[in-house]
């Protein structure tokens, strides 16, 4: 099976714009989860969606949003966009939304200048 | 919400000897910890999970400890080898939720 990935892999954008990210699930896979990773924070959970649905959000500003399609894939989006919004951004799938395996995709690293 | 600490931050082991890395959660509601292995500039690969009705599993060279009590639990590599040098990141959520909490990594090294 193909792994997860994500597009793009990388990203220069400058303040105030908006951005979206994209991944695809591992075939089968379900349910998809959204992480930060910078040098500061660490690994820090942004949302996860299950059949097209949020299920969970983590403690991020609402300029951060997401979503689902039919076939799993998940966007997600980022408004107006700040300097320390700069991070790799990873997606995670799984099976289910049950504590299970997640693995992850290689991450879109996006630059804010 | 949860808090997971991981430590140490950094560990130098010799080619052939032990490593262990501790992290405790602060939410006894959590029962499912895995580790991942994150290599410089690659994405976090699982490398070996546990649940709560579980207080040991090991794969190979890998072994993880769980201490419900103490809310604590440990990865453990045996025999060490260059490849193992990565940052290693413990994390913990509850069944029935996919939002993991991230200890803040250990950067280990081996020395060959």
């Known amino acids: 099976k193909a792994g997860v990935t994500q597009t793009p892999r990388y990203l220069i954008k400058t303040r105030g714009q908006q951005v979206t990210l994209s991944c695809s699930p591992i075939?089968?896979?379900?349910?998809v989860s959204w992480y930060q990773q910078t040098p500061g924070q660490g690994l820090q959970f942004l949302f996860e969606?299950?059949?097209?649905?949020?299920?969970n959000k983590g403690n991020f500003p609402g300029r951060f949003s997401g979503r689902q399609f039919s076939n799993s894939r998940s966007e997600m989006n980022v408004s107006t966009l700040e300097l320390g919004d700069s991070a790799l951004y990873l997606c995670?799938?799984?099976?289910?939304?049950?504590?299970?395996?997640?693995?992850f995709g290689p991450g879109t690293r996006l630059t804010v200048t | 919400g949860e808090n997971v600490e991981q430590h140490p931050s950094t560990l130098s082991v010799q080619e052939g000897d032990s490593a262990v890395i501790k992290c405790t959660y602060s939410?006894?509601?959590?029962?499912?910890f895995p580790w991942y292995k994150q290599e410089l500039g690659k994405r976090p690969q699982l490398i070996i999970d546990?649940?709560?009705?579980?207080g040991e599993k090991k794969d190979q060279r890998i072994a993880v400890t769980l201490n419900k009590t103490a809310k604590h639990f440990s990865l453990h590599i045996t025999e060490t080898q260059p490849e193992d040098s990565a940052v290693y990141f413990c994390?913990?959520?509850?069944?029935?939720?996919?939002?993991?909490?991230f200890g803040t990594g250990t950067r280990l090294t081996v020395i060959p």
């Open positions: 995670a799938s799984s099976l289910a939304p049950s504590g299970i395996e997640q693995y």
């Open positions: 075939s089968g896979h379900r349910s």
């Open positions: 969606y299950f059949s097209e649905t949020q299920r």
């Open positions: 939410d006894s509601a959590s029962n499912y």
């Open positions: 546990i649940r709560s009705n579980v």
């Open positions: 994390a913990g959520t509850e069944t029935g939720a996919n939002n993991l909490f």
